[in-house]
């Protein structure tokens, strides 16, 4: 394994679920069994933070946290968005589910689609982005998420939806 002395770091969203992690590494609760941990680069996705590593670093969790939403706040304006309503596709060198983690670039997007922002956080690498009065993005984004879980992709994250309400997260109610 390779020795970390300093450290760029973004937040990733991380599946309990997903074996390629452990009690080794540091990770936080986010919400719904989602975890936050914290991917060193670049290149970033290829390994996270180990409690070994934040020794090393001289830094607390307090501080890595702030060092990655920093470092994620300066990245966010590289975020794509592809396709066409009514649901689109966010790009961000793979690592899309840590996007999820920037309020300031959804509190910018509030507001341009019909209803609250609802997305699909399948796997670390895919949101898809539609609004909640849009029966037709609803329904596409659910088969978006259940091809990434019917393909068993690395790093699946959530089956369901997820709305945003009051500058926060929620699981989107209803199947």
Known sequence: MQQVTS???LPLLVSPDDGAYSDQHVLDEYFDGLLVGYTIGPPFGERLVTWR???????TRRELRRRAAG???LMVDRVQIHGQPPALMLSFSGLESSVVLADAF??????SVPGDLVIG???RDV??????HSPSGIAKARR???RVFFARGPHLLLHGLLIRRG???DVYPGR
Not at 53 to 59: I, K, M, P, Q, V
Not at 106 to 111: K, T, V
Not at 127 to 132: K, P
Request: proline letters at 3%.
């Open 7 to 9: 450290a760029t770091v």
């Open 53 to 59: 590593d934040l020794d090393r670093l001289d830094l």
């Open 71 to 73: 470092y994620l706040d």
């Open 106 to 111: 959804w509190d910018e997007l509030a507001g």
């Open 121 to 123: 956080v399948p796997a």
């Open 127 to 132: 949101v898809i982005l539609t609004g909640s």
């Open 144 to 146: 978006a998420v259940d």
């Open 167 to 169: 500058g926060d997260w």
